[in-house]
């Protein structure tokens, strides 16, 4: 768990809500929901709590626990992020879902008591990931918890979850640092120079863990190449700008594009840009060739756009009708 989380930790522990059977942790991407999701099964299946309520460490069960294969412990995550996925069938591409027989093959663990005597732990990450199939099969053990099963769930997207299934938890909203925290940790924890930090923090939207992946030189330069794609638009060739985009995974360029609609947004209103600031002169340009009206119908559409760009059937399509639409944003009215 990161030091930030300390003071949501010690909060959720001392209230009631910290004891019910399923847990929603929310938030901003990037800033260690997983961590400290993690960090709350641990101490839920600790047998020797420290006085904060930590796990210890040291005993067996957290042995068992950092190892990956403590029995009363089970993750539901989708395989393609999923560090121990191993692939099966040749060329199998891993699901980017949580798949509904993930979800079944939970139904031994639940219906026995823990190993331990003491609780069992689910953790289903994102559970955004969950698809219609799947998310009905967990709702089924979340309306008849048995034994001390607990749940935890983590989305930045909760909102995405079936209302049925939002309403069998109790939501917990996890903070994001503040600057000087998250920028302090880049800084001590990652090697990097406070101006470095600062800015990447910036074009990561505040998100620490973000901004530590922006610093990889391969992620940077992809972030980099596709903001400048867009940044050029209209005025550069849409299929030469589709063409560098589609080289890299759709929601990594959705959210780009998502930023800098947001930017537009913010500038044109006035106030100063919040991600990019170096591209503070070529917003400016671009703010004054259209209006907040237009900005957040694009803004709503790019939102919906967002679902579809992580299975996308034609990434190609999809991008080069994103931006047709962004490019919209800034053809004056009249007869085309
Ligand atoms: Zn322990």
């Not at 996890?174 to 406070?194: F, K, M, Y």
Request: glycine fraction near 8%; hydrophobic fraction near 40%; proline fraction near 6%.
């Amino acid at each position: 768990m990161y030091f930030w989380h300390q003071p949501d930790f010690d909060k959720l522990r001392a209230s009631r809500q910290g004891r019910h059977h399923a847990l929603l942790l929310t938030g901003a991407p990037g800033i260690g929901k997983s961590a400290f999701a993690r960090a709350w099964a641990g101490a839920l299946l600790c047998e020797r709590i420290d006085a904060n309520g930590r796990a210890c460490g040291h005993c067996s069960a957290c042995t068992w626990f950092a190892q990956g294969n403590h029995p009363d412990f089970r993750t539901l995550i989708p395989e393609a992020i999923d560090p121990f996925h191993e692939p099966t069938g040749k060329g199998a591409k891993p699901a980017r879902d949580i798949r509904i027989d993930q979800v079944r093959a939970l139904a031994g663990f639940v219906s026995v008591g823990g190993h331990r005597g003491g609780s069992k732990v689910i953790l289903v990450d994102p559970a955004d990931s969950l698809n219609a199939a799947s998310g009905n099969a967990l709702l089924k053990t979340l309306e008849e918890p048995s034994g001390d099963t607990r749940f935890l769930l983590v989305s930045s997207r909760p909102d995405w979850l079936p209302a049925t299934i939002r309403s069998r938890c109790a939501v917990v909203a996890l903070r994001a640092p503040s600057t000087q925290q998250a920028v302090d940790w880049l800084v001590e924890e990652h090697g990097l120079s406070r101006t470095e930090a600062t800015r990447l923090l910036a074009a990561a939207g505040g998100a620490p863990l973000r901004a530590r992946d922006l610093a990889e030189p391969e992620l940077g330069a992809a972030h980099r190449l596709v903001l400048e794609a867009i940044a050029k638009l209209p005025q550069a060739s849409l299929i030469a700008t589709a063409e560098r985009l589609v080289g890299v995974e759709s929601a990594q360029w959705v959210a780009i594009l998502q930023t800098w609609v947001a930017e537009l947004a913010r500038v044109r209103s006035g106030a100063a840009p919040r991600f990019y600031p170096e591209q503070g002169a070529r917003l400016e340009t671009l703010a004054r060739q259209t209006d907040l009206g237009r900005i957040s119908e694009l803004e709503t559409r790019i939102r919906r756009l967002t679902r579809y760009a992580e299975h996308p059937l034609n990434p190609r399509l999809l991008c080069e009708n994103a931006l047709v639409d962004y490019c919209s944003l800034f053809e004056t009215s009249g007869p085309r």
